[in-house]
């Protein structure tokens, strides 16, 4: 038996955060204070946590503003810690070196893109369950694999956005111009839920990118600093739009100081 604890590091970027997230998962928030209360009591209440061992399940890892956090956890006896990222370099790029000591024994497993047959196998069981059994066939169910391009999200949003078609059209049968129309609705979509997670920082950049077109990252980082009150690193910067980049909302080309960043149509 254990207890566990989901926490998106996009949204909760900072040592006070995922300390109260991680208490939170455990009842132990109710005298801590968001405004008030010292960091390191935080990490006291967790370290005085004596119950079923405790999972934290670190999401978007990467995001992490301080990772000292994550040295924190490491050293819990009762408490554990599933870390996830885009990429394994993302995590541990330019990290400091007691965190990096403290993680450089855990166990990596790699997660590829899905295939176009695990994509089919994930649709059909989607239309399986939520269609008539006539309304949409394997060819079809393929065709939306191979443009999806290894994203599930996008697989399933265009098989969401064809259906909704059919239903609105008043045909029972899905059709290949559906397709056609929802795979880019559906692009549009994950687009628009990925705009939404950026916070202010994030939001500044991808604002700039846009502006420019076409930029280089000491002239967006100068730009960025003009126009925030308290800006971030340039270690953080970068994580930040390698991020953006991964989520196709911005376009990374070349490297060190022929580096560019663009907007992406």
């Excluded at 929802?182 to 950049?205: I, S």
């Excluded at 930040?240 to 907007?263: C, F, T, V």
Aim: proline share 2%.
């Amino acid at each position: 038996d254990f207890n566990y604890m989901y926490i998106n590091c996009w949204e909760n970027y900072n040592r006070f955060k995922v300390l109260y997230k991680a208490l939170e998962g455990v009842g132990k928030t109710l005298h801590v204070h968001r405004q008030s209360t010292p960091t390191d009591e935080l990490y006291s209440k967790l370290k005085d946590y004596d119950r079923a061992p405790y999972v934290l399940i670190l999401d978007e890892v990467d995001q992490l503003e301080d990772e000292k956090v994550l040295y924190d956890l490491q050293g819990l006896n009762n408490v554990h810690i599933v870390m996830i990222a885009n990429t394994q370099e993302s995590v541990f790029y330019n990290m400091d070196d007691r965190v990096r000591s403290r993680l450089i024994d855990s166990k990596r497993i790699q997660f590829k893109a899905y295939t176009s047959d695990q994509l089919q196998d994930i649709l059909m069981d989607r239309a399986e369950w939520g269609l008539d059994s006539s309304a949409v066939d394997s060819s079809l169910i393929k065709k939306i694999a191979l443009s999806s391009e290894g994203d599930a999200r996008i697989a399933i949003g265009v098989l969401r956005a064809a259906s909704r078609m059919a239903e609105e059209r008043d045909k029972k049968e899905i059709t290949r111009d559906m397709i056609q129309e929802a795979v880019p609705e559906a692009k549009d979509n994950n687009r628009k839920k990925n705009e939404e997670k950026l916070n202010n920082h994030q939001e500044k950049l991808y604002e700039i990118v846009n502006e420019e077109e076409e930029i280089q990252p000491g002239d967006l980082y100068e730009k960025y600093r003009e126009a925030m009150d308290e800006p971030k690193s340039d270690r953080m910067l970068r994580k930040y739009l390698q991020k953006m980049d991964h989520y196709n909302l911005i376009e990374a080309e070349g490297e060190g100081r022929w580096r560019k960043y663009r907007s992406v149509e």
